[in-house]
Structure formats: structure tokens, C-alpha cells
Nanobody, 122 residues
Framework: QVQLVESGGGLVQAGGSLRLSCAASGSSVSVYVRGWYRQAPGKQRELVADIPSGGITNYADSVKGRFTISRDNAKNTVYLQMNSLKPEDTAVYYC????????????????WGQGTQVTVSS
């Protein structure tokens, strides 16, 4: 059973910083931890930042210059450093991974963490 262990969420004032981390554990199935999405109340889940395997790092326009995603390949862990946080960054942040599965196109399917709450007060 794959587990994505997310940490680092919390409450912070506008202008502050938080660092999220997501690590995969508990499975022999190949899993690649790739990035973060977020979902605010009443809104759809959206990309925050993503490092696809062999691909180019992507950032949402709204976080460029403020957030930095990084990856520790040895630990299969992704980090999201969030600086200059704004109230509009308030959301549940979800870690996303690619899980090997031959039944799916490209041999993999998305796998999500349970989410961690980030709240930015004004």
C-alpha cells in the first residue's frame, strides 16, 4: 500500500513562509512523487508546481517567483518552499505522484496524498 506522507502545512500571516514536504513510503510498486496541487473552497483543484519525470518543472503563474519546488531523488521526496504567502494561497495542498500501473495509458496513473491545510491570514 503506497502512502504519501505530507507535512508542513499550517497557519501563517500574509508575507510569511511555509515549506511543504511529501514523501512516498510503504510500497514495492514504483512510485514517483512529482508535485503539488491545491484546492480552495468552492474551486477546482489546480496545479501549484510539478516536476514530471524527465520533463520540465511547471509552476502556476500565480506562484511564480514566490514558490520553489525541489526534489530529493534519493528520498523520492518533493518539497515546496512557499514565500511571500498571500491570503489567496489559502487552500488544501495535495501531493501528487505517478504510480506504475500497466492498465493505464503510459503505464502509470496519478496517486494523491490526503492533503495538508495551508491558511494565510491577512
Amino acid at each position: 500500500q503506497v502512502q504519501l506522507v505530507e507535512s508542513g502545512g499550517g497557519l501563517v500571516q500574509a508575507g510569511g513562509s511555509l515549506r511543504l514536504s511529501c514523501a512516498a513510503s510503504g510500497s514495492s510498486v514504483s512510485v514517483y512523487v512529482r508535485g503539488w496541487y491545491r484546492q480552495a473552497p468552492g474551486k477546482q483543484r489546480e496545479l501549484v508546481a510539478d516536476i514530471p519525470s524527465g520533463g520540465i518543472t511547471n509552476y502556476a503563474d500565480s506562484v511564480k517567483g514566490r514558490f520553489t519546488i525541489s526534489r530529493d531523488n534519493a528520498k523520492n521526496t518533493v518539497y515546496l518552499q512557499m514565500n511571500s504567502l498571500k491570503p489567496e494561497d489559502t487552500a488544501v495542498y495535495y501531493c501528487k505522484a505517478d504510480l506504475s500501473d500497466r492498465r493505464y495509458l503510459g503505464g502509470r496513473r496519478p496517486y494523491w496524498g490526503q492533503g495538508t491545510q495551508v491558511t494565510v491570514s491577512s
